[in-house]
């Protein structure tokens, strides 16, 4: 990763990354201040803790590893992985949006100095940080206890109150697409030669090629997450391990004032 030639792909200043990097940072920090704030307007406090950031520094380490088990690449960048997505997917499901923006920067910010190609500042925000940070928007349809509980005891199939996974996954898969398609319509549809597709390409031609370029390994790539998380989800002693975590007690990943459970059991730290 040290060695000068790791960064050949990068073709703008070093200052420029690092300035979008804290530019991108402060955002971020902007963001979760705002929701963390309306959260506690609604009674709802903002707690990180121990096991939040344990349960993150696992999922991480596990989608980055896996983001190296390459079962096809394409010539021009873009790969399909044994499911590399999946620990963050659920990581956010999980933990809720905030926590599972925290996570999916540091995720992020790993998969930029993973072979980096980087021609603008604007295809870095293209190509890595709208598309990686777009995984915390699982977490705006997060995982609801009360919800799964309910479903259990009605003895409906345990996939029935997971619908917010597949729906905030379909969410970040619509987010990441887009904004692949893009960079490669403004930055790498010039000197192609892919599947019929040849030269310089743009208007209706570029977008052609970039859209079906970026589906041939997102979507698969996606598919075999998805199928990797409802063999999860389908489990119920994977259910009660995630339930059974402080952080999940919740509908989201704040903890209600007003809400004083003390079943036994509970974990209040």
């Known amino acids: 990763m040290f060695d000068k030639d790791y960064w050949d792909g990068v073709s703008i200043p070093w ?61 021009y960048g873009g790969s399909i992985t044994a499911a590399s997505t999946l620990p963050m997917l659920i990581y956010c499901y999980y933990f809720g949006f905030r926590k599972g923006l925290t996570v999916s920067t540091v995720f992020m910010l790993l998969q930029l100095i993973q072979g980096p190609y980087i021609v603008s500042p604007w295809s870095a925000l293209l190509d890595y940080f709208f598309p990686y940070l777009a995984l915390s928007l699982v977490g705006i349809f997060s995982f609801k206890r009360a919800k799964y509980a309910e ?9 029935a109150p997971h619908a917010g996974f597949f729906i905030g996954t379909a969410v970040y898969f619509i987010v990441r697409l887009f904004s692949h398609t893009l960079a490669g319509v403004l930055f790498w549809a010039n000197g192609i030669d892919f599947m019929g597709w040849v030269g310089d390409l743009t208007g209706a031609t570029a977008w052609a090629y970039s859209t079906t370029y970026n589906a041939l ?28 975590s402080a952080n999940a007690l919740q509908n989201s990943d704040s903890r209600a004032k007003n809400d004083k459970r003390t079943a036994a059991g509970t974990d209040e730290r």
């Open 15 to 75: 200052w420029q990354v690092l300035l979008l990097i804290v530019a991108t940072l402060a955002v971020i920090a902007g963001i979760i201040a705002v929701v963390s704030l309306i959260e506690r307007r609604r009674g709802n406090k903002f707690e990180l803790k121990t096991r939040d950031l344990t349960y993150g520094a696992i999922c991480i380490a596990a989608s980055f590893a896996l983001s190296y088990v390459k079962f096809f690449s394409l010539p």
């Open 151 to 159: 479903a259990v005891a009605a003895g409906k199939n345990p996939l």
């Open 217 to 244: 390994f997102l979507v698969p790539d996606t598919a075999i997450a998805l199928a990797a998380g409802i063999f999860l989800l389908a489990s119920k002693a994977f259910n009660r391990f995630m339930a059974s």
